[in-house]
């Protein structure tokens, strides 16, 4: 069914607001005030979902996107909206949602990407029938491409020549380096070794198991080294990773700094200079191994790092704590973990959240107990709705 719609709005995920049969209807790819032609692809009890046949009257917002696979990927949401209102749009998005969900109406500091385009040092694709693959929006059919334009251009050279493996199905996360290094992981039945990869192939992994060269490399962000396992968590945007950085060294000191969800160490490590102690937790084993190496790479004198799930961990370290770093997945902190800070009682924390809506959800209990200084929304995903938060709360005067 085909319907015209004037869009009202934008919601948190990107999409087009408007209203069809008394309900509100969701619709990817517009932009506010546009009139559309819009097809019914999903009715639920509450909602409809739609999908752009036609746009009647575009936006003066709206750009030609530069990515040939807009309509059927799902990764690129913002492609069709100028640069300057996606960071206007984010810093927003942040704003509103503190807003609504816990009462916070501060300035939100905006810090855009200083590109938009071949940002990310990491992807992961889809292997249907030895071609590479994202998943098209909203479903799991293949939308199959030979370029992505939010990929650093060494990934895409790989993209482009593969054909050195074998892989007929599957999956294979990307990484690169400052180096142009690459390092292959991937989880397939069934794998064919490759003949004569590419220099810059440093390492590939295999269902868990290095099949060649080393399961790691090493990155640069800003003038800190760090060794990055192929299953460790790191930034994918590395000149955003090094404002946050800036942001925590402008912002928290101290004595003893904990760093939760810490992964390959990287941000307490930029904290160094800032305490004279650093301790971190977290589940990954290969992350610690490389937060670890990482502490004695970047010279740090004093640190322990513990392997395993936060809210265990967390209450058998005696330390006195004054300052605490956290940056938890998307799903944000357990009631527990949540708990146990709060018996820490540290005088500042810096929180680091992908996810704006669980970043309120616990600043609804922070907030009792501590002040919220400085809110900063950075643009870690441009051309996508995603956006990364950092908020930096003092510990109110009793």
């Given at each position: 069914?085909?319907?015209?719609?004037?869009?009202?709005?934008?919601?948190?995920?990107?999409?087009?607001?408007?209203?069809?049969?008394?309900?509100?209807?969701?619709?990817?790819?517009?932009?506010?005030?546009?009139?559309?032609?819009?097809?019914?692809?999903?009715?639920?009890?509450?909602?409809?979902?739609?999908?752009?046949?036609?746009?009647?009257?575009?936006?003066?917002?709206?750009?030609?996107?530069?990515?040939?696979?807009?309509?059927?990927?799902?990764?690129?949401?913002?492609?069709?909206?100028?640069?300057?209102?996606?960071?206007?749009?984010?810093?927003?998005?942040?704003?509103?949602?503190?807003?609504?969900?816990?009462?916070?109406?501060?300035?939100?500091?905006?810090?855009?990407?200083?590109?938009?385009?071949?940002?990310?040092?990491k992807v992961e694709l889809k292997i249907h029938r030895n071609t590479y693959s994202y998943y098209n929006n909203s479903s799991h059919d293949y939308c199959d491409i030979a370029k992505c334009l939010l990929a650093n251009n060494t990934?895409?050279?790989?993209?482009?020549?593969?054909?050195?493996?074998?892989?007929?199905?599957?999956?294979?996360?990307?990484?690169?380096?400052?180096?142009?290094?690459?390092?292959?992981?991937?989880?397939?039945?069934?794998?064919?070794?490759?003949?004569?990869?590419?220099?810059?192939?440093?390492?590939?992994?295999?269902?868990?198991?290095?099949?060649?060269?080393?399961?790691?490399?090493?990155?640069?962000?800003?003038?800190?080294?760090?060794?990055?396992?192929?299953?460790?968590?790191?930034?994918?945007?590395?000149?955003?990773?090094n404002e946050i950085f800036k942001i925590l060294n402008n912002n928290l000191s101290g004595n003893t700094l904990l760093d939760l969800y810490c992964g390959s160490g990287v941000m307490g490590i930029s904290l160094k200079?800032?305490?004279?102690?650093?301790?971190?937790?977290?589940?990954?084993?290969?992350?610690?191994?490389?937060?670890?190496?990482?502490?004695?790479?970047?010279?740090?004198?004093?640190?322990?790092?513990?392997?395993?799930?936060?809210?265990?961990?967390?209450?058998?370290?005696?330390?006195?704590?004054?300052?605490?770093?956290?940056?938890?997945?998307?799903?944000?902190?357990?009631?527990?973990?949540?708990?146990?800070?709060?018996?820490?009682?540290?005088?500042?924390?810096?929180?680091?959240?992908?996810?704006?809506?669980?970043?309120?959800?616990?600043?609804?209990?922070?907030?009792?107990?501590?002040?919220?200084?400085?809110?900063?929304?950075?643009?870690?995903?441009?051309?996508?709705?995603?956006?990364?938060?950092?908020?930096?709360?003092?510990?109110?005067?009793?």
């Amino acid at each position: 069914m085909h319907t015209k719609l004037i869009i009202s709005k934008l919601d948190n995920q990107g999409r087009g607001i408007s209203y069809y049969n008394n309900k509100i209807i969701f619709i990817p790819n517009s932009l506010p005030n546009e009139e559309v032609e819009v097809e019914i692809t999903k009715e639920n009890s509450k909602y409809y979902e739609g999908k752009v046949i036609n746009i009647i009257k575009p936006s003066l917002n709206r750009v030609l996107p530069k990515c040939p696979y807009i309509n059927d990927c799902g990764g690129c949401t913002f492609m069709h909206l100028n640069y300057t209102d996606q960071i206007e749009y984010k810093r927003n998005v942040v704003k509103d949602i503190l807003k609504k969900y816990c009462g916070i109406d501060e300035n939100v500091k905006i810090i855009e990407s200083n590109k938009d385009l071949f940002y990310r040092n990491k992807v992961e694709l889809k292997i249907h029938r030895n071609t590479y693959s994202y998943y098209n929006n909203s479903s799991h059919d293949y939308c199959d491409i030979a370029k992505c334009l939010l990929a650093n251009n060494t990934i895409n050279e790989i993209i482009d020549y593969h054909s050195f493996m074998n892989i007929y199905d599957g999956s294979i996360t990307i990484r690169t380096n400052y180096n142009n290094d690459l390092l292959l992981v991937i989880e397939t039945s069934k794998f064919e070794f490759f003949n004569d990869p590419p220099e810059n192939v440093v390492g590939v992994v295999v269902n868990g198991k290095t099949v060649y060269g080393n399961n790691y490399f090493f990155d640069y962000i800003g003038e800190y080294k760090f060794k990055v396992s192929y299953d460790s968590f790191f930034q994918i945007n590395n000149y955003i990773a090094n404002e946050i950085f800036k942001i925590l060294n402008n912002n928290l000191s101290g004595n003893t700094l904990l760093d939760l969800y810490c992964g390959s160490g990287v941000m307490g490590i930029s904290l160094k200079d800032k305490f004279n102690k650093i301790i971190g937790i977290e589940k990954v084993k290969n992350a610690i191994k490389d937060a670890n190496d990482n502490a004695v790479l970047n010279k740090v004198k004093n640190y322990k790092y513990y392997a395993g799930d936060t809210s265990e961990i967390l209450p058998t370290i005696n330390d006195e704590i004054d300052t605490v770093i956290i940056d938890p997945p998307r799903s944000g902190l357990n009631d527990k973990t949540l708990n146990d800070i709060l018996i820490i009682n540290p005088d500042k924390i810096g929180y680091v959240s992908c996810n704006p809506i669980t970043l309120a959800r616990d600043l609804n209990i922070l907030k009792e107990r501590y002040n919220i200084t400085k809110i900063y929304a950075l643009d870690m995903f441009p051309n996508t709705y995603h956006v990364e938060t950092v908020m930096i709360l003092e510990k109110k005067d009793v």
